[in-house]
């Protein structure tokens, strides 16, 4: 599962709307076989994550490089 905190929706090679306040939800494989592209400009944020269940928590890194995924479904409330 990825937030979106600022993306952008790329069609036919040109930047055409920008993306906020989404998730991306599916199958972490499947969209990993479809990265096509990654920058260089990784950041890992001072504060930390959770990850786990049945109330079993560690926290976690939290941060990403830009990448470009050739297809994906996106999800969220449009405003």
Not at 7 to 32: F, K, S, V
Request: hydrophobic share 35%; net charge negative.
């Amino acid at each position: 599962m990825f937030e979106i905190n600022e993306g952008y929706l790329i069609e036919n090679g040109e930047i055409t709307y920008q993306i906020r306040g989404a998730n991306l939800i599916g199958n972490g494989p499947e969209i990993m076989k479809r990265v096509i592209g990654v920058g260089n400009d990784l950041e890992i944020e001072k504060r930390t994550g959770s990850c786990g269940k049945d109330g079993q928590y560690v926290p976690v890194g939290v941060g990403q490089p830009t990448i470009l995924v050739s297809e994906i479904t996106v999800g969220g409330t449009q405003v």
